[in-house]
């Protein structure tokens, strides 16, 4: 496939292709801050170099992109409607709230849940699979998640 072919998930290249942009699922609220981390840097490159279906992670982004254009989903706001941010750990993306019924892949998201997404390389390189997920719930401020893909995840040691 040529660096610039049609991938099939509108206007996203897939890592390598022309006009790739690997902060794409990141919090447009906050990346400008995040890509100063270096770490948060690391683990971006690290998640897309380790991702074994990246076009499965973007087909979601595009899930939820299609949804935010038709005005089904919103960022995801607390008390005060300030709003909730971002997830801790890679893509660090932005929390949404789904104003109708979705669905983010396979996983069916109702009216009013809070969502977002989690694609992380944590453990890869020492057996663990790659972490794909659309995590829903009630989120909170949490300290940043580096993704390290040479040790177990957290929950594992």
């Known amino acids: 496939m040529p660096a610039s072919a049609p991938t099939g998930l509108g206007s996203f290249a897939l890592p390598g292709q022309l006009g790739f942009d690997p902060w794409l699922m990141t919090d447009p609220n906050n990346v400008a801050a995040l890509k100063r981390d270096p770490g948060v840097v690391k683990v971006i490159r690290d998640m897309w170099a380790l991702d074994p279906q ?3 992670s973007l087909r979601w982004w595009a899930d939820i ?6 005005g089904d989903v ?3 706001r607390g008390p005060g409607g300030r709003l909730v941010g971002y997830y801790f750990c890679a893509p660090y993306a932005a929390i949404y709230e789904a104003v109708r019924p979705i ?5 069916a998201i109702r009216a009013g849940q809070s969502f977002t997404i989690e694609c992380a390389p944590e453990g890869t390189r020492v057996g663990y699979p790659f972490k794909r997920e659309v995590v829903t719930g009630d989120f909170q401020a949490a300290a940043l998640d580096y993704c390290d893909p040479d040790a177990p995840p957290p ?3």
């Open 54 to 56: 990246p076009a499965v």
């Open 65 to 70: 992109q299609a949804a935010e254009r038709r």
């Open 74 to 76: 919103r960022y995801a």
């Open 103 to 107: 669905v983010v892949g396979d996983t």
């Open 155 to 157: 929950h594992d040691e």
